[in-house]
C-alpha cells in the first residue's frame, strides 16, 4: 500500500551506499545473496531458532531493498534483474510461513499456514496476468513511473506490509495462527479488489488472446 511512497524515499536515502556497493558486487548477485539468506530465516524458524531468524529476515530485506537501488544507482537494471527479484522473493515469502509451521508441529498453525500460502498463490495470479495486460496496452511502467520491471496494482498487503506481517511471526510465534489468518483476509483483499478494478476498466474491452482453461 506505501510501497512506491517508500521505494522513491528508499533510493534517495541509499544512494550513496548503493553506488559504494555497486562497484564490487552485481544488483543480481545481491538479489540471490538476500534470497539466501531469507531461506537460512525460514530454515532457522523451523528449528525454532527465532532470534536468528529475525535477524537473517531483517538482512534479507536490507539486500533485497539494496539490489534495486544499486541497479537503478549504476545503471544497471535489466528485465533478468526485474524477473530474479520477484521470483526469488516469492520463494523467501514462502519459505519462511513454511518454516514457521514446521517449527510450530501444531496442526492449527499448519492450517492457517497452508492457508496462507494458498493466498500468496492467488495474490500473485490476481497481479502478475493483469500487469501484463496492462503492460501490453501501454499503460504500464513507462505510463506511470513506477521504479519496478512491471506495473504492480496497488493492493491492501504489498510489500511494506509484508515485512511488517512476517517480522511479527517470527517476533510472536505463539500467536501464529491470528497472525497468519490477518495476513490471509488482508491478502484476498488485494484479490478482490484487483478483481473490482479489472473488471471496471476490461470488461467489454480489446480481445482475450489465450483461451479460458
Given amino acids: ?26 544488483p543480481n548477485a545481491l538479489t540471490w545473496l538476500a534470497a539466501l539468506v531469507g531461506v537460512g530465516a525460514a530454515a532457522a524458524a523451523a528449528t525454532q531458532q527465532y532470534t536468528l531468524a529475525v535477524g537473517c529476515w531483517i538482512v534479507n530485506r536490507v539486500l533485497d ?20 527479484d520477484i521470483v526469488l522473493d516469492f520463494v523467501v515469502y514462502a519459505a519462511i510461513p513454511l518454516g ?10 499448519a492450517v492457517a499456514g497452508v492457508a496462507l500460502v494458498g493466498s500468496f498463490f492467488v495474490n500473485g495470479a490476481s497481479w ?51 497472525l497468519f489468518l490477518l495476513m490471509t483476509a488482508g491478502v484476498m483483499v488485494n484479490v478482490v479488489l484487483r478483481l473490482a478494478w479489472t473488471y471496471r476498466r476490461l470488461e467489454g474491452t480489446g480481445t482475450n488472446p489465450a483461451p479460458h482453461v
Fill in 128 to 178: 502478475m496476468y493483469l500487469a501484463a495486460i496492462l503492460e501490453r496496452r501501454g499503460h504500464g511502467v513507462a505510463a506511470t513511473g513506477e521504479r519496478t520491471s512491471v506495473t504492480m496494482p496497488p493492493g491492501l498487503v504489498a510489500g511494506a506490509e509484508t515485512v511488517v506481517f512476517v517480522t511479527l511471526f517470527l517476533l510472536f510465534p505463539a500467536h501464529l495462527v491470528l
Fill in 100 to 109: 514457521l509451521v514446521l517449527g510450530s508441529g501444531d496442526r492449527a498453525v
Fill in 1 to 26: 500500500m506505501f510501497d512506491d511512497l517508500l521505494r522513491a524515499l528508499k533510493d534517495r536515502l541509499l544512494h550513496p551506499v548503493a553506488l559504494a556497493v555497486g562497484r564490487v558486487i552485481s
Fill in 65 to 84: 531493498g539494496l539490489d534495486g537501488s544499486v541497479a537503478r544507482a549504476t545503471s544497471r537494471q535489466t528485465d533478468l534483474g526485474g524477473y530474479l
